[in-house]
């Protein structure tokens, strides 16, 4: 079984691959924990939906404009998953 750091990695994968679907159901699966909700409001705001993505920042105490670009905001919740 894999531990809730590999499939928050995993879901990264899945949003670097632009499979929003997968990426979203794992992070909705770890609702709760500060990484997963980061990387759900992370989907949110590539998708367009600006209020939910700042609802979950506010979940994840990330701010909405710590990274204007999505894919460096992926890397860096990759990053921080690696750790």
């Keep these: 079984m894999a531990s809730r750091q590999e499939e928050l990695a ?3 994968e899945r949003a670097l691959a632009q499979d929003w679907a997968a990426a979203h159901d794992i992070a909705q699966r770890h609702e709760g924990d500060a990484v997963a ?3 759900h409001a992370a989907l949110h705001k590539i998708e367009g939906d ?3 993505a700042r609802y979950w ?3 994840a105490q990330r701010r909405f404009d710590e990274f204007a670009d999505a894919q460096a905001e992926l890397a860096a919740i990759r990053d921080f998953l690696s750790r």
């Design 10 to 12: 995993h879901a990264v």
């Design 37 to 39: 909700d980061w990387l």
């Design 50 to 52: 600006d209020g939910n």
């Design 57 to 59: 920042y506010r979940r």
